[in-house]
């Protein structure tokens, strides 16, 4: 987060002195010696109340209600409702993982200096077409210049930061190649298994419940499929074998294995997939080892 620089006005004092001769001086009795006033003790700034903090850097409790208001206006617009408490979850751990992306950039040997941050903002000015539109979007969406800032500087560490674990994460992968039978009525699904059984083509009968594709799921690595069971099956098949039935959560399947490659290159999905884990991964990591300090 930047820090807002202080500056800090001298106070001017005018001294004044008498003219005069000192012979023309009246003789001055001798009084008692004053007693010295304490100056009084300047206060102290007052600290700025923080909704959550990562490690000793925080999110200002104005900027957490901001960020919880732009939140729900982006719910509503998109028809979707949660509840305060599913909100308040989202966005502490969208700043929290902000927060401890931007802190393991700054490690890495991320910078960003004013001069770079305010080429940024110039060049959104120049995209938006002009500094009244992007005062105009800044106050639309809560911010104020010094949040709007501290937000920029914060999420383009947190984005470098992400795209150095994307680029980490290897492109291939030992992957299979996976037909299937998908049914929806478990009766159906085991009338189709008994023909397996008793000789007919697998990829006939494939054809026969799906013709355009014929049920082939294409190739895709371990933690790809969002049917854990489903994927275990597939990766323990023979080349040219077949499953039993697979109940899963959108059906019944038969799967059959047609190829398997040991490191075969990832498609961009599948890619997009292992990159999304590895961010997923590195935040949860780095979670249980900060200090976390979240509002109540």
Not at 23 to 46: E, I, K, M, R
Not at 47 to 55: C, G, H, K
Not at 196 to 203: K, P, R, T
Not at 268 to 279: F, M, N
Request: glycine fraction near 6%; charged fraction near 20%; include cysteine.
């Amino acid at each position: 987060m930047s820090k807002l620089k202080l500056f800090l006005v001298p106070l001017i004092v005018l001294l004044t002195a008498c003219s005069g001769g000192f012979a023309n001086l009246p003789t001055l009795s001798p009084s008692a010696t004053p007693t010295l006033t304490p100056s009084p003790v300047p206060p102290t700034s007052t600290a700025v109340p923080m909704a959550l903090t990562v490690n000793g850097e925080g999110i200002s409790r104005l900027e957490y209600e901001a960020e919880i208001s732009r939140y729900k206006s982006a719910l509503a617009a998109s028809g979707k409702t949660a509840t305060d408490a599913e909100i308040k979850k989202t966005v502490q751990d969208d700043l929290v993982a902000q927060l401890l992306l931007a802190e393991g950039a700054r490690e890495a040997g991320f910078t960003l200096s004013e001069a770079d941050l305010t080429k940024r903002i110039d060049d959104l000015v120049t995209s938006l077409g002009g500094a009244e539109k992007l005062s105009s979007w800044k106050t639309a969406h809560g911010y104020t210049d010094a949040s709007f800032r501290s937000a920029l500087q914060r999420a383009s560490a947190a984005a470098w930061m992400r795209d150095k674990i994307m680029a980490a994460v290897p492109t291939k992968a030992e992957q299979v190649h996976v037909q299937q039978i998908l049914l929806y009525n478990e009766d159906v699904a085991k009338n189709y298994y008994s023909q397996l059984q008793a000789g007919a083509d697998f990829d006939t009968l494939a054809a026969q419940v799906d013709p355009d594709t014929r049920g082939d799921i294409g190739w895709f690595p371990r933690n790809y499929l969002a049917e854990k069971n489903v994927e275990d099956a597939a990766f323990s098949l023979q080349i040219n074998a077949y499953s039993e039935i697979i109940s899963g959560e959108v059906g019944f399947h038969i799967l059959k294995l047609l190829d398997r490659q040991p490191d075969r290159e990832l498609s961009p999905d599948a890619l997009a997939v292992y990159q999304k884990k590895a961010i997923a991964d590195w935040i949860s990591t780095q979670r249980q080892k900060s200090d976390i300090v979240l509002e109540n």
